[in-house]
């Protein structure tokens, strides 16, 4: 079994700063990806930031020079940096993370967090 475990999030002015983070855990031989997704409401859900095991990173253009997408050493734990932020981005902010846990496994899975939501008042 999987988890991913958000933390994070709420309400903040914008300008100000918020920090998430996403912890996974159980049975898991690699983690290729890991990512932050944000759903609007009355819109489909977007990727935010992702980045994979081998450091690549990946921003929407909307948050790039604002947000940072860290990882920890282990790999196991996401962050998302929000510096700057604007009233478009309140949404629900999701974790994802593409998971193999198994070695024989021939493909990654898709597994998601519970969803935290992030409010930007003007």
């Known amino acids: 079994q999987v988890q991913l475990v958000e933390s994070g999030g709420g309400l903040v002015q914008a300008g100000g700063s918020l920090g998430l983070s996403c912890a996974a855990s159980g049975s898991i031989f690699t983690i290729a990806v890991m990512g932050w997704y944000r759903q609007a409401p009355g819109k489909q859900r977007e990727l935010v930031a992702a980045a994979t095991s081998n450091g690549n990173t990946n921003y929407a253009d909307s948050v790039k020079g604002r947000f940072t997408i860290p990882r920890d050493n282990a790999k196991t734990t996401v962050y998302l940096q929000m510096n700057s932020l604007k009233p478009e981005d309140t949404a629900v902010y999701y974790c994802?993370?593409?998971?193999?846990?198994?070695?024989?496994?021939?493909?990654?899975?898709?597994?998601w967090g519970q969803g935290t939501q992030v409010t930007v008042s003007s």
């Open positions: 994802n993370a593409r998971i193999r846990r198994y070695i024989w496994q021939a493909n990654d899975d898709d597994y």
